[in-house]
């Protein structure tokens, strides 16, 4: 004999009932089958929302229960389009009789735990008849037993406790008489022994199931659901979860206690001692292998976690004073005092000082345990030994579970080192001596990244979630969004690193999913994206409050930069290749990377020099392993590169200037770049970096420009000033030429001092050859005193700006 508990969706519709039924089919050809059923899914949260509705006078219960009785109408005439009438006449008198009890709870005004538990009984009652009556429709040698009269427990309304005794006795009693191939079950209802209707708990189904195989030791328990077995963590939650094997009763007791709901807790209790395996199965894929529960050590192999799981809805109470210190008794009253109010305790924890006992229970017990604590502790409240009892809300507890945690070192060090990277803050911790369960409190906001964070340590052979947010999809931001989606595959494959794209903004529309946009068709998703605005785009992010969350700012624009410092605070690492922040005022800067350390957000701005080449980053590496910069020299202007190369005694130039901003290297204001701002900026950043304390006002700026140029009030007057001043530039070009030498606008840094300028570059020096927009950077330090470092390439682009901040993405996946 096997037992087989179905659950409210694989009862939820008349397409999953001819699933149940299927499978109910295959079974009882080779032995005969007990099949425990839930009501149809969803029904108990109706029924109570109903008695709700009722008990509040409010007269929307009638629609209520008119829907739960239009649902149970349809599923049966569509499962059997011929019902013969004693079916019909049933079924309506069941539906009346909930009727009747509405109507009741409204007329009083009241809903007792008794009559809560009396109106949800109907959802199993009205589901059990359904299917037995299906499968007797078609030909299956198929009964209906009520389980009330076979399960009997005390008065505990909601949640009683079985009497095994009387149970165990009626239960073997019925089936050593029962000879049908199937019998149907309602789960979650029983008798009390004054013969009142009871239940055994939400979700108490698996429980009826449990307690029927163990009463008969039936060789299995099966218990059919809507996912593929017990899985590393809800996978409702946790979209990389996958199902686990094998789990010992241990585990899947502490999973289920913890929050895996698809399990009961109570539900291991009845069949562990007997031995009787747990089988975990998908009604929607009945293929797939599920999970298995036994007494078997499954540690054999080398996996140590099992599972990660999580309790909402917590709070976690306080009681702290001096007075507690040394004096025996005190947790012994506590305890007793919550007994009294039966509030259950999930978690304790108390500091060696005995200086506070701090424990966790569910938040709508918070009320009752505060008022019974506070009474209880009166007199030591009021001589000031301990203080008013503190609670806090909106808690969540998640824990990692394993039998053979404890066998293993560092496995706690890893899942807080992996919380407090995501700047997860944890509350209280609570490791039992056996060392199957690290459970931790954290807010209630936190609990889907928490998991998720804890599991990619844990459970995704060391891969990482990258979640990308880029503002700004012009030119540069178009090309990474192109490079993103071409290495996507190759970083998953290679790297581990899973890139997701979560947001999208230009200046006008922003658009986000949390599973990751599509990268093919982002541009007309995004041209019908809601109204984009900054603090839209950053409260959105922190809303998803995903972990390893990247924004990446590809705009040259001020107002975002000036709210990089709340992203930080958010633990949101930040990717820029606008260079304003970096080169704003020292304050603001150090300020930035201040953030960054604190709450371990990188801040990473690569392409503020040199687009993509690999600057700022060498430097860094430099005097991380313990060098000294002594000077810098650098070309860092393609714009300036591209009009010094372009210009001679055949050209005129002003017309040089024009073209560099035709072809796009100049600013829309070309003087940005001429009057040396832009390099300044640059050899700014480099010279903060390297460690000094500098302001873009200490940078000299010896400007190659005239008067007359530099005075000029407006984009065309400058350009008015260059024609009237050929004379200027050409003179620069013939004493260069003279001198056998290039014109290059080269910014230096030397003993804590910076400037910028136009520079003769003899013949030989490794500036001479620079061609286009190249860039050149030459580190003479400590290590590299007479022959520099050099690195050189082209230092504009998009192509390479948008690899250079995708390096800076996959820096941070690195990390
Ligand atoms: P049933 O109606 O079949 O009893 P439940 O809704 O009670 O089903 O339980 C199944 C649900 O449990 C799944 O759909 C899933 O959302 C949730 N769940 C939570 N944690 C886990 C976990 N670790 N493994 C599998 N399912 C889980
Ligand atoms: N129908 C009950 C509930 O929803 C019992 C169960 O489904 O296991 O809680
Ligand atoms: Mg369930």
Redesign the pocket.
Known sequence: MNVL??????VGSTENIKKVIQILDNYSKEDSLICVV?AV?GITDKLLKAGELAQNKNESYLAEYKLIKQIHLDILSELIPNQNEASKEYLESKLHALKSLLDGIYLINELSPKTSDKLVSFGEQLSSFIIAETMKSYGLNAVRKNSQELIITNSNFSKAEVNYTLTNHNIRDYFKKANQRITILPGFISTSESGEVTTLGR?G??FTAAIVAAALQVNRLE?????S????????LVKQ?F?IERLSYQEAME?SHF??????PPTVQPVLDLGIPIH?KNTMQPEASGTIITNENTNGNSTTAK???NISDIALLTLQGNGMVGIPGFSKRLFETLAQEKINVILITQASSEHSICFGIDEKDAEKAEKAINVSFENEISLHKIDPIIVEKDLSIVALIGDNMKNHQGISGRMFSALGKNNINIRAIAQGASEKNISTVIAQKDVKKALNTIHERFFEDQSKQLNVFITGVGNVGERLVEQIKQQKKFLKDQLKINLRVIGLSNSKTMIFNDSGLSLKTWKDDLATGEKATLEGFLERIKKFNLRNSIFVDVTANEQVSNIYADYLKENIAIVACNKIACSSDYENYNKLKYLSRKYNAPFLFETNVGAGLPIIDTLNNLIASGDKITSIQAVLSGSLNFVFNNFDDNTKFHDVVKQAQAEGYTEPDPRIDLSGVDVARKILILARESGTQMNLEDIENESFLTTSNLKSTSVDDFYKTLISDEAHFQNLYASAKANNCQLKYVAEFNNGKAKVGLKEIPQGHPFYNLKGKDNIVMFYTQRYPEQPMIIKGAGAGADVTASGLFADIIRIGNK
């Open positions: 508990k179905f659950g409210g969706t694989s839930s899914g979700g189904s698996d218990i059919w659901t809507d996912v077995g017990m899985y590393t963590a809800n996978p409702k979860a199902p999973l929050g895996a709901k698809v399990l009961y975990i599972g990660i799981s």
